[in-house]
């Protein structure tokens, strides 16, 4: 069984930055791409990031591009959101997510997911 389990969200002021983990369990953490999304209140749903299975390749949402980054590492079935630079509008719960199989970065559709962590809150204030 796959468990995600996000943390580091909190609140931060316009400009900071924050580091979120997410911690992966129940299978091979190496051979597979993972992402993150956010929700925020009364929105639906939306890509940020993503990594492929090795860290060489990578994909961000228009919105973050620039400002956050989305190492990993293997080693630790851990993949991070180094979030820079913060501002208002980028406060929502962010969800760790990975796929069944193995998917492109680009593939940035809620549905190309198949697990999904419990999410943190991030909220930046102004």
């Known amino acids: 069984q796959v468990q995600l389990v996000e943390s580091g969200g909190g609140l931060v002021q316009a400009g900071g930055s924050l580091r979120l983990s997410c911690a992966a369990s129940?299978?091979?953490?190496?051979?597979?791409?993972m992402g993150w999304f956010r929700q925020a209140p009364g929105k639906e749903r939306e890509f940020v990031a993503a990594?492929?299975?090795?860290?060489?390749?990578?994909y961000y949402a228009d919105s973050v591009k620039g400002r956050f980054t989305i190492p990993r590492a293997n080693a630790k079935l851990t993949v991070y959101l180094q979030m820079n630079s913060l501002k208002p509008e980028d406060t929502a719960v962010y969800y760790c997510?990975?796929?069944?199989?193995?998917?492109?970065?680009?593939?940035?559709?809620?549905?190309?997911?198949?697990?999904w962590g419990q999410g943190t809150q991030v909220t930046v204030s102004a």
């Open positions: 997510a990975g796929p069944l199989a193995n998917i492109p970065v680009k593939k940035t559709m809620v549905t190309g997911y198949d697990y």
């Open positions: 129940g299978r091979t953490f190496s051979r597979y791409a």
């Open positions: 990594i492929n299975y090795s860290g060489g390749s990578t």
